[in-house]
């Protein structure tokens, strides 16, 4: 079953990212339905499922096929610039599951769900969200009273920031950091910090604007601090299971 499985989603990876140039895309969404590139696109994923699954399970490559073409089709009609992107996570989420439609058909299996439900599975997914959300809410409560200051004092006129760019760049790295230290490579995250330093060398080297170094500097600390302590917490607590 998990041979089958890896060559489904390969032939997958294959048909709809390696080999769909960007033209393709681009020719698509202009022209939905009549676009040559959607049947060349459709074209493409039978020859390679033909070939990953040597000439084997026809009908299953048949039915993919198929609702790969209707799935594709729906997203071309449906999309538009403000929808594209999740859009593009609904059409791959609804390949996958077609995948697993048919993974099942032939090799029929079974789903332990109480799994999720361990000690240590929910031990692990409480840190995650402590670690990718709940800090960052800690660390907006308890830099409050300093947001305002420092904004007024960076109205520099050089385009600002991305949006929410500093809300995913700390989940990364609070994410990262939880890594190294359950994997014990604690050098590793030295070299994470060093990293960050040099990215945000242009923020600390601005000497007119002292409130704004501070501020990053306390914000990075603190992202880290609370990572690397619910690294040691998760760690500890799970010894104790």
Known sequence: MTLL????????????FVLQPAHWVEHKLAKKGKSK?????IGVHV???LIILQ??????????VATHYLIDLGKLYLSNPKNY??????????HLLVLVGVLYWISPFSLDITAVFTESSLLLITF?????YVSGIVM????APYIDEVAKDDESGEGGSLKNAGTYIGMLERL?????ILMQQWAAIGLLITAKSVFRFGDLNKGKNRKLTEYVLIGTLLSFGLAILSGMCYLYIKKQL
């Open 5 to 16: 499985a890896l060559k489904l989603i390969l032939a997958h990876f294959m048909g709809d």
């Open 37 to 41: 590139y959607l049947y060349f696109h």
């Open 47 to 49: 020859l390679v499922l």
């Open 55 to 64: 000439f084997q399970h026809v009908g299953a490559i048949l039915f993919i």
């Open 85 to 94: 992107r999740w859009l593009f996570v609904a059409d791959q989420a609804l």
């Open 128 to 132: 995650l969200v402590f670690v990718t």
């Open 140 to 143: 907006r409560m308890l830099l």
């Open 176 to 180: 990262f950091v939880f890594g190294f």
